[in-house]
């Protein structure tokens, strides 16, 4: 089961710093948000594997928007 990582605000994607395959640990920035000129890393809460990225730099999202999917690591 996928975990899916969310906008906890309306903001613009400023940097999407992974990419499809790449290898996460719970807490590594997956995006950078940009919000009222502020940089706000958005963070992995699991470790996994990227499978999906739903936004790209420049994009504007809201509150809930679906940013990257992680599949999580085997235990």
Known sequence: MSHTVVAELVAAVLLVEVKIGDTVAADDPVVILESMKMEIPVLAEVAGTV?????????????????????????
């Open 51 to 75: 499978s999906e990225i739903s936004v790209s730099a420049g994009d504007v999202v809201n509150d809930g928007d679906p940013l990257v999917m992680i599949t999580p690591a085997s235990r």
